[in-house]
C-alpha cells in the first residue's frame, strides 16, 4: 500500500513538471504561467543602465574628471535618471521588464545591491523583471568609489554572485540554464519565452586587469540554444532572445568589441531554430537591424543606453490577435519626475535640454578639440565641421538618422567631414550619414513561424 503511494506521487509529480534533457541541465516547466495563452503582452526594453551607488561618490573632483573622460554617459545624474525610469514603469505597469546587461558603471557591488533594491520596487508594483550582465558586470578590475580628489578600489562580484543578487529577476524561475554562462530560458507568459543569453568573457578580467569588451555564444552554449528552441516549439511559444552583444552589426565602424565574435555562426543557429527577434545594448544607440532588408528572417533591436541622451527605452507589445510584434520607444520623465518630487535641481527640471546639450557638446568636441591644432582649418571651418558631427552624433543615439537628410546632407559642414583624411571620426560621421531611410525608433512585424503546440 505505501508503495502504490508513492508511485502514485511520483506519478503525479511528473504530469506537474515537463523534464526534457538540455545540455547538462533539464527544462522543468511548470505549467503555471502568470499570464495565459491568448493574451496581448507589453514588455518595456531597457540597457547599459551603468548604474553607480550613490554611496560611491561625493561628486567631487576625482569623479568629474572620470565622467568627463568617457563616452558621454550622464554618469552625474544616473542615480536621478534610474529613479525616474522605475516611477515611470511603475506608472505604465508593463507585464515584463526586460534589462539586457551593463546593468553597474563598473561592477561594483555596492552599485548591484543597491539597483536590486529598486528592481525589487517594480516587482513589488506588478510588473516581472528579467536580468542578464553586460561586459561591465561582472569580475570587474575597474570597480571604484570616488572620494574627493582620488578613486578607491572597491568589491566587484563574480558570476555566482551575480545570479544570487538578482535571483528574484530571472534566475530563479528560470526552467533551464545553461552550464558555464549566466544564460538561462524563462517562462514569464505561455504564448512568449525569454531566451536570455550571457554573451560576455569575463573569467579572465582579472587576470587581464581589464574588463572584456567582446563577447562570443561557444558551441556548447549554441547547441543548448537549439534545444530550448526545440522546447518551446513543442509547447508552442514563440521566444525573443536577449543578449548584451549584438549579432548583427549596427555600424560599419563600431563593430569589433560590440558585434559577437562568432556572429556569424550564431546568425547561422539562429536563423536555422527561427529565433527571429534579438534585444541587444551595448553599442548604447538606438538601431533596428535586419539580416535582409528585403526579405528579412532576423531583427536585431539594439536600444538606446538609459544613461545616455536621450536616455529612451523600448516598448514592445505582443499581439495575440494577429501574431505580430510592435516595438516604439519613449524617453525617460527625468523632468516630471523631478517636479513632482520637488527637486530644485535645475538641470534635472529641464532635463531634455540639459541632456542634449550635454551630449551636444560631447559630439562638437569630439572634432574640435582633435583638430583645433592643426592650421589646415579655418575657425570657420572647425565650427562647421563640429556643428555637423554634434547633429550626426545626437540623432544617431536617438535613431533618427532619417531627418539628416533634410538639412546635414549637402551641407557645407557635412562637405568639409567627408573630405577629411580618412580616419575614425570621417568614417564615423559617414557611417552615420548613409543610415537616413531607416525607421530605428519602430518596428512592426508579424511572425512568420507559427508554432503550435504539440499534442500528447
Known sequence: MRISKIYKAVISISFMLVLVGCSSSSIKLKEDYKIKSGHDINF???TD???????????GEAFSKFVSSGDGKDLQYIDAITEAFTSNVKAKKPNVLIISGDLTTNGEKQSHLDLAKKLKTIEENGTSVYVIPGNHDILNPYARGF????QFVTDNISDKDFSKIYADFGYSEAISKDEGTLSYLATPTEDVWLLMLDTNKYKSNISLGAPQLGGELSQ???DWIKKCSDFAKEKGAHIITVMHHNILDHSEVVRKGFTLDNNEEALKIFKENKLDLVLSGHIHIQDIASDNKDNPELYDIATNSLAAYPHQYGMLKYSSKDKS????TAKVDVDGWSKSNGIKDKNLNNFAKYSEDYFGKFGYDMISKRLELQESYSDNDLKLMSETMKTLNLRYFAGTENLNSKDVIGSEGFKLLSNLPDSFFRNYAMNIARDKGTDNNNLYFKIHNEVSKTEK
Open 49 to 59: 543602465l551603468h548604474y553607480l551607488s550613490k554611496s560611491l561618490t561625493d561628486n
Open 147 to 150: 572620494k574627493d580628489d582620488k
Open 220 to 222: 556548447k552554449t549554441l
Open 325 to 328: 510584434f510592435t516595438y516604439s
Open 44 to 46: 518595456y526594453v531597457t
